[in-house]
């Protein structure tokens, strides 16, 4: 595997690899890398000939009293990682490469409505941060098909709307959550969990189970599904950020008429906030 830092160094080497006619596949991370993310690469595998990797914590989508600082960095533990599953490049820049005025930036890409609800509405400039460095890594490395994962579903729906918005030639292609064997999904953050925790953190999974069957049953009362299950979440010692039922098509809430429904949580098991989400066809 290659590991460059230098973005005209590595967009020289991928300029002349699409060329010769390969397809560049991308996954966009910010390291720490676990089965969750592996899988993604996996998946990139089978849609291109060049796979890259980019590890960036990215100081942009952290809100002021976030954990920026706390975000486990493990580059040598993820560069064995990529190399053992055959990773052909990793794209790992510093601040002052991405942000060389900081992140002041005088460009931002903003995504409306999407970014306004769910995560939005506790992280109102994440987005914006999110949106704005997947920017710069496209124009960087210029890929041809990037996956991103379904845990991260409000992300995945606002990136894809803005490659659709701008015309960009990119291919998005969503990759399923991969959990731990309670059932709770793999994240950078579980590491700052307690095993007490962390036992107790398996009952994000299973309150959003326990919703989906509920309207797979026929119920539509969606506010007080939303409810019980907010009831549920703080019983067992979580904060909730929110628990929503949406139309998984446009993330607003959903209406009885609906049939492609999302259920979407964040809240807080101790330190960090964990997200976990459910589509539910009807
Ligand atoms: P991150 O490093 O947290 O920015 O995540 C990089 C990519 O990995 C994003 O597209 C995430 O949605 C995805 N990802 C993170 N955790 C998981 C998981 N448990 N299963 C599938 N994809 C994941």
Known sequence: ???????????????????????????????????GHLSLFKLAQTHCDVLVGSIFVNPMQFGANEDLDKYPRTLNDDIKKLESINVDYLFTPTNDIIYPLGTNVNTSIEVNRLTERLCGETRPEHFRGVATVVNILFNILRPDVVVFG??????????????????????????????????????????????????????????????????????????????????????????????????????????????????????????PRLLDNLEVEL
């Open 150 to 271: 379904k845990k991260d579903y409000q992300q995945y729906m606002i990136l894809n709307a803005m490659v659709k918005d701008l015309f960009m030639p990119i291919e998005i292609i969503a990759g399923e959550i991969i959990r731990e064997e309670n059932g709770l999904a793999m994240s950078s953050r579980n590491k700052f969990l307690s095993i007490e925790e962390k036992q107790k953190a398996a009952e994000l999974r299973k309150t959003i189970l326990a919703t989906a069957a509920q309207i797979e049953s026929g119920k539509r009362n969606y506010g007080s599904l939303q409810q019980e299950a907010i009831q549920r979440l703080q019983n067992k010692g979580f904060k909730v950020d929110y628990f929503e039922i949406c139309n998984a098509l446009d993330l607003e809430k959903a209406t009885d008429t609906d049939s492609q429904i999302l259920i979407a949580c964040a809240a807080w098991m101790g330190q």
């Open 1 to 35: 595997m290659k590991i460059i830092q230098n973005p005209h160094e590595i967009q020289k080497d991928l300029i002349t690899l699409k060329k010769a006619g390969k397809k560049i596949g991308l996954i966009p991370t910010m390291g720490n890398l676990h089965r």
